[in-house]
Nanobody
C-alpha cells in the first residue's frame, strides 16, 4: 500500500517556475515507478512525466520536454516535478501516481494516486 500527498502548487505568471513535491508513505516505495499526470477542466487526465523505480530512467510528454524535470529521492520517499518556463496551457490539477513494474504513460496502469495540487499559470 502506498499513500501519496502532493504539494507545491500555486499561482505563477507565464515564464515562471514551480516545484511540485509528492510525499509517499510505505516501506516499499522504492519498488514503484512514479508518474505525474495533470487534468485541466473539461479535459481528460494526461501524462506529464514518469520515473523508474531506481530513478535511472525518465520519460516526458512532448508538451513538457525540456521544461519539466522529474526526480525522486527513495531515501526520503519523495518525488519531485520541477516545472520551468510555465505556460498558461500548463494550468491544471497535477497528480502524483505510483505503479509496480515499469514506468508508463497510461493513467490506467497506475495503482495509487494522490489528491492533486492546483497549478495556475497566468498570461
Amino acid at each position: 500500500q502506498v499513500q501519496l500527498v502532493e504539494s507545491g502548487g500555486g499561482l505563477v505568471q507565464a515564464g515562471g517556475s514551480l516545484r511540485l513535491t509528492c510525499a509517499a508513505s510505505g516501506r516499499t516505495f522504492s519498488s514503484y515507478a512514479m508518474g505525474w499526470f495533470r487534468q485541466a477542466p473539461g479535459k481528460e487526465r494526461e501524462f506529464v512525466a514518469a520515473i523508474s523505480w531506481i530513478g535511472g530512467n525518465t520519460y516526458y510528454a512532448d508538451s513538457v520536454k525540456g521544461r519539466f524535470t522529474i526526480s525522486r529521492d527513495n531515501a526520503k520517499n519523495m518525488v519531485y516535478l520541477q516545472m520551468n518556463s510555465l505556460k498558461p496551457e500548463d494550468t491544471a490539477v497535477y497528480y502524483c501516481a505510483a505503479k509496480k513494474g515499469l514506468m508508463g504513460n497510461y493513467y490506467g496502469d497506475y495503482d495509487y494516486w494522490g489528491q492533486g495540487t492546483q497549478v495556475t499559470v497566468s498570461s
